[in-house]
């Protein structure tokens, strides 16, 4: 056996379907398109979702639920990062957190919530705190202070 004696096994490498070349070639005529119709043209391409005429799956299927139309997506920091990454006694900011990577700049501000333990004090502004969260800050002597979200108005709601 040789490198230029090496055929491939029967079967492995499918020919090429030429089409359009004549009577002979089996692929003649019509190309392998049949007759007449929006499939035998070119550029014919369905919709995505087209299902031959039959009710698509993205229409079988009902709505659900609906769009808040004041809900903000909120970054979330756990009071155990808040113990791992600030010293006693700091002041800690929307902007901190976001400047120490434990939260995400997000239209919704920040939320404090209360998994882990927390044994420092702080004094911390933010846009929301969860309960659990709330009780552990004051329980180990911290203050919170809550900032309102700043929304966004519009012309449209100005002037109506």
Do not use: W
Request: aromatic fraction near 4%; hydrophobic fraction near 25%; glycine fraction near 12%.
């Amino acid at each position: 056996m040789e490198l230029h004696t090496l055929t491939y096994k029967e079967g492995a490498k499918k020919r090429r379907k030429r089409v359009g070349r004549g009577p002979s070639s089996g692929h003649g005529k019509t190309s392998c398109r049949g007759h007449k119709g929006a499939q035998s043209r070119s550029g014919y391409k369905t919709k995505p979702g087209f299902e031959g005429g039959q009710m698509p799956l993205h229409r079988r299927l009902p709505k659900r639920g609906f769009h808040h139309i004041k809900r903000f997506p909120v970054s979330i920091v756990n009071v155990e990062m808040l113990e791992k990454f600030f010293d006693a006694g700091a002041t800690i900011t929307t902007e901190d957190l976001i400047k120490k990577g434990l939260a995400k700049k997000q239209k919704g501000g920040v939320k404090i919530l209360g998994k882990g333990e927390l044994t420092k004090s702080f004094n911390i502004i933010v846009q929301s705190v969860s309960p659990s969260a709330r009780q552990k800050i004051e329980s180990a002597g911290g203050t919170i202070t809550l900032q309102k979200i700043k929304e966004e108005t519009t012309e449209e709601t100005q002037n109506s």
